[in-house]
């Protein structure tokens, strides 16, 4: 965070939207890793449902399973919203220097 405050405070729009964009990535990927994790322990549950009859493992089950929703949602949201606005952002430096090139 303190890193992107620097170079946005020093006007290195280009290198903070791809820091940004390689953050996201990492992102993604830790998304990713979360949603398969917990969308295993939710089948471990329910499969433990199916063999004991507990009531612990299938409410354990749904709320590993909301999560996995839950995650997959809020993750998605966040991770295209930031994706698309630097994508944007680079677009849009690449727009400036082209029209500046063009320019003189």
């Known amino acids: 965070l303190y890193e992107e405050r620097q170079l946005l405070k020093n006007g290195e729009y280009k290198k903070l939207a791809n820091v940004s964009l390689r953050k996201t990535k990492i992102f993604t990927f830790v998304a990713i890793l979360i949603i398969i994790v917990f969308s295993v322990i939710s089948f471990y549950h329910f499969i433990q449902f199916g063999n004991d009859g507990g009531w ?5 089950g749904f709320l590993n399973w909301g999560l996995v929703i839950a995650s997959t949602v809020f993750y998605a949201r966040d991770i295209v ?4 606005t630097m994508v944007r952002v ?3 430096m690449e727009a400036k220097e082209e029209f ?3 320019r003189t």
Do not use: H
């Open 56 to 60: 612990a493992n299938l409410i354990l």
């Open 81 to 84: 919203e930031k994706r698309r």
């Open 90 to 92: 680079l677009k849009l």
């Open 100 to 102: 500046d090139s063009n």
